[in-house]
């Protein structure tokens, strides 16, 4: 029954609308590896729109750069045009100018840690990061000792998107989403399931071929006998 009603899917592809259906459940785009509303984080900005999902960072609609590593937490300067990447041993950090309420992208700085990057934050516009070891701030380009107060930090939270601008940059990074001719011709296949469905497949298509030949050769043998 299951290879049937997929198979006339498949069949019937164009008429039934399967070819033309995409589908972004949650749970269908996790296991396509695929991102989803989760995954689109967004930095405070007053007039722009600063994405990062997964590894790729996008500004007002328009892909920027592909991130090394998935991020720690972000932080826009909104005075000196920066934005701030923290990974596990690194920090990015991308200047801007700006003209006509636009970001133009003018240089790329990066630092290296010793030690794996926990928490980020920033202490009177001084941007601080927390390790396992110690306190660190940036200062004029290098990363030194913060010996001040760790409960006046205001540590940095990666910010959720609105599920409307989530959906937006979701559809601008990977498409519609997954393709519903794709889940069905993967259900038909058994793939869908795992290796083991394939091979439960397998078995029951042997089987059936083993009825036929097997009901065809005691069929002969009955007649042989009757006769």
């Known amino acids: 029954l299951h290879l049937t009603i ?13 070819a033309e259906k995409f589908l972004n459940n949650s749970f269908l785009l996790k296991k396509y590896n695929m991102a ?35 991020i720690i937490a972000l932080f826009y300067e909104n005075d000196e045009k920066k934005l701030y990447f923290f990974h596990d041993f690194q920090i990015k950090i991308y200047l801007f100018e700006e003209e006509e309420n636009t970001l133009q992208l003018i240089d790329i700085e990066e630092f290296s840690t010793n030690y794996e990057i926990l928490k980020a934050g920033v202490y009177e516009g001084k941007v601080v990061i927390k390790t396992k070891e110690e ?7 290098k990363i030194v000792n913060f010996h001040n107060d760790e409960q006046k930090i205001n540590w940095f939270i990666t910010k959720e998107t609105s599920p409307i601008i989530a959906k937006r940059y979701l559809k601008l990074h990977q498409g519609e989403g997954i393709s519903f001719h794709r889940i069905v011709t993967e259900l038909h296949s058994g793939k869908f399931f795992g290796i083991g469905m394939v091979f439960l497949l397998l078995l029951s298509s042997l089987s059936i071929i083993f009825l036929v030949i097997s009901s065809f050769v005691f069929g002969i043998n009955f007649k042989k006998r009757k006769n």
């Open 6 to 18: 997929t198979g006339v899917m498949l069949l019937y592809a164009q008429s039934l609308g399967v």
């Open 36 to 70: 989803t509303l989760d995954d689109v984080k967004m930095a405070d900005s007053e007039k722009h729109e600063l994405i990062v999902i997964n590894t790729s960072f996008y500004i007002n609609n328009e892909f920027i750069d592909t991130l090394e590593k998935k």
């Open 135 to 141: 306190l660190y701030e940036i200062l004029e380009g």
